[in-house]
């Protein structure tokens, strides 16, 4: 038995969620929106960080002009890097005004069923009717620790994703392990909090990003290519704002270009702060780690097979994200089984729908379909208008809606 029913049922309230949401406002569909506006973000992040991108692409998704990150701040121009609290308030600011009646909780399961499609269970207990869900669950549940780490407790080694505040390691000699931009960031920042950081990593050298002109000449422009949501180059751009093409591309490429469009490197305005404070090894593998006393011993190999042993009391894993849709619990077993997947990631449609009717994947999820921009939260807005564009669609040439936006038709008395 259910308690209400909604057309539709978004699982995420990130920069992917809420575009989505933005662009189902307003057209008399029952939309639901489940969890914390920015919560991931706000809670996942460590405090004092910086967003690589710039400023113009740091905007979500939304049908109407006057929403971009911009609009809200145009004193942020190209080359000033925006503090992780701005994009915070932000991405809230954008709730209020774009989708309004969001609800902290959390949803625990997705299941196929119901007269309606899907059954969605909130933490609350409540039980919803879904004609469609929009899974925009952002990059949490993919975080990635190496094998060679995954055994080791939580007090021993995490992922640079759980922590917001680093001070719990003053006075603490901790190994952060990786080359991108998180792990460069997550070590000053551990420098900065009292830590003794040692940033592994297996690339030879550290690359940095340089330093994005705010004006180019016409030359600079005809060789360089456009500047995009991801870099510059003509190619870049592609990938960036026409994310619908590189769907048709062989499946091989669109992984070659997810893993190698923006490989590790560091935003040029954190290569100063990478200062003596941080012991940095590069050139070296990590091939095993082992409890030792109250803290870790790590073996690393370079590339001539020399092992060296590294005693530190913590580890960060700061290795990115893969995603699997194995490893989304909130579905059902029977769901996650049935839905088609390549390596892991789901097979999408043009309009970001799985194998299973009227289940959508938006976010990193999406990125083995759509390619590298979805990796990022420019990628927003072109998942958020094709997704909600779809399910207008869908729901247009069916049945009537629901109900009108944001209000769920009671089927039975809730339980909130």
Do not use: C
């Not at 706000?42 to 006057?66: Q, Y």
């Not at 719990?168 to 900065?192: H, M, N, P, R």
């Not at 669109?254 to 940095?280: F, K, N, Y």
């Not at 989304?328 to 449609?349: A, F, K, N, Q």
Request: hydrophobic residues 40%; aromatic residues 6%; charged residues 20%.
């Amino acid at each position: 038995m259910n308690d209400s029913a909604s057309d539709v049922v978004i699982v995420g309230a990130g920069p992917y969620g809420l575009s989505t949401a933005a662009h189902l406002q307003n057209v008399g569909l029952a939309v639901r929106v489940i969890g914390t506006p920015m919560r991931f973000w706000d809670a996942n992040m460590p405090e004092g960080m910086f967003l690589k991108s710039e400023p113009f692409a740091s905007s979500l998704g939304a049908p109407r002009p006057g929403l971009r990150f911009t609009d809200r701040h145009p004193e942020f121009t190209t080359g000033r890097p925006i503090p992780l609290d701005t994009f915070v308030a932000y991405g809230r600011w954008f709730a209020a005004e774009a989708v309004p009646g969001t609800e902290p909780d959390e949803v625990s399961s997705v299941e196929r069923g119901g007269p309606a499609g899907y059954v969605v269970t909130l933490s609350t207990g409540e039980v919803v009717a879904s004609r469609a869900v929009v899974l925009a669950v952002g990059v949490g549940p993919f975080a990635h620790v190496p094998d060679e780490l995954a055994g080791l407790p939580s007090w021993l080694v995490s992922h640079s994703s759980a922590h917001r505040d680093l001070g719990l390691f003053a006075g603490k000699e901790v190994a952060v392990i990786g080359a991108g931009q998180s792990a460069l960031e997550t070590a000053v920042l551990l420098a900065d909090a009292g830590a003794d950081p040692h940033l592994i990593a297996r690339r030879g050298t550290l690359d940095w990003n340089t330093v994005p002109a705010e004006r180019r000449s016409p030359r600079d422009l005809a060789l360089g290519g456009p500047r995009s949501g991801l870099g510059t180059g003509y190619r870049t751009w592609l990938y960036a704002e026409r994310p619908g093409l590189v769907r048709h591309l062989p499946q091989r490429t669109r992984q070659r270009l997810v893993r190698e469009t923006l490989p590790p490197a560091g935003s040029w305005w954190l290569r100063e702060r990478l200062d003596e404070r941080v012991r940095v090894t590069t050139g070296r593998r990590l091939a095993k780690a082992v409890e030792d006393g109250d803290g870790v011993a790590l073996t690393t190999v370079d590339r001539t097979g020399r092992r060296l042993v590294t005693e530190v009391e913590h580890v960060i894993a700061a290795t990115g994200y893969v995603p699997d849709v194995q490893r989304l619990t909130v579905l059902s077993p029977e769901l996650r089984v049935r839905i088609d997947t390549r390596l892991g990631s789901p097979v999408l449609s043009r309009d970001f729908e799985s194998s299973q009717p009227g289940l959508y994947f938006a976010g990193l999820a999406a990125a083995a379909t759509f390619g590298p921009v979805m990796r990022f939260v420019h990628g927003s807005g072109f998942a958020g208008r094709r997704i909600g564009h779809h399910i207008i669609r869908q729901f247009s040439s069916d049945a009537a809606p629901t109900g009108r936006t944001g209000t769920p038709q009671t089927a039975e008395p809730s339980q909130r």
